[in-house]
């Protein structure tokens, strides 16, 4: 009887070891790698660049500076993927969307622009330029191009304009309303001083809205990949 106590026992003791025993996994995480990026951006005629939401920098010459066409490199640390959002700016004098208002060269100027993203240490090209860009354009004018060369174009021309929306640089920010970029030959922009000092990657475009001239002001955003494209 004693024996038969004793398995009786020993069998409980494994059936609760059993019980209460748990199963452990190990998850394998791969630790996200910074790295330094540069950015090469020529603009017509200005630009700010934000990474992540965070501003790396921007143009350093002034819009109002007359023909202020230049090529700019920033440098900047991140994580891939990451989210580039950009202003930029064509020139004008006032919100007539006007330049050169009072002489014989008053007219509407026209924008455009170009960028790319390259890692520093490896020298691969992670951003770059082109249809996929998501734009909004924030300043229009003049809505009418009649009013080109009125006498009068700050009370004759009429203008749209809208504020930046709150939290639009930031990765969570929703840009699906927002309007695909279009891409531009060198010759419909124009492009000047500085747009030949760069190499520029085989794929990276010159792009704007869909209205060179009207179009002022318009906001970009781009979601790079977790590798590089093409």
């Known amino acids: 009887m004693k024996k038969k106590l004793s398995l009786i026992a020993l069998a409980l003791i494994v059936l609760a070891s059993c019980g209460t025993q748990k199963t452990s996994t190990t998850a394998t995480t791969t630790a996200a790698t910074t790295s330094t990026f540069t950015a090469e951006v020529w603009a017509d005629n200005w630009f700010s660049l934000y990474i992540n939401g965070v501003l790396v920098g921007e143009d350093s010459v002034p819009v109002t500076t007359e023909k202020s066409f230049n090529a700019e ?7 891939l993927p990451f989210t580039i959002a950009m202003v930029t ?23 455009g622009f170009i960028a790319q993203f390259t890692n520093t240490q490896t020298g691969e090209v992670v951003a770059y330029t082109n249809s996929d860009w998501q734009g909004l354009v924030i300043h229009r004018a003049p809505l009418d191009k009649s009013c080109e060369k009125s006498a009068a174009p700050e009370t004759e021309c009429q203008s749209s304009i809208a504020s930046e929306p709150e939290g639009w640089s930031v990765p969570s920010f929703s840009d699906t309303s927002w309007t695909q970029a279009l891409e531009y030959p060198a010759v419909a922009i124009g492009v000047k001083d500085g747009y030949n000092d760069i190499s520029w990657a085989k794929d990276a475009r010159l792009i704007w809205s869909s209205d060179l001239e009207i179009d002022n002001t318009i906001l970009w955003r781009y979601s790079t990949l977790s590798s590089p494209p093409g």
């Open 73 to 79: 490199t920033i440098s900047f640390t991140a994580e």
């Open 89 to 111: 700016k064509d020139f004008k004098q006032d919100d007539s969307g006007l330049e050169y208002i009072g002489t014989d060269r008053q007219q509407m100027g026209d924008g």
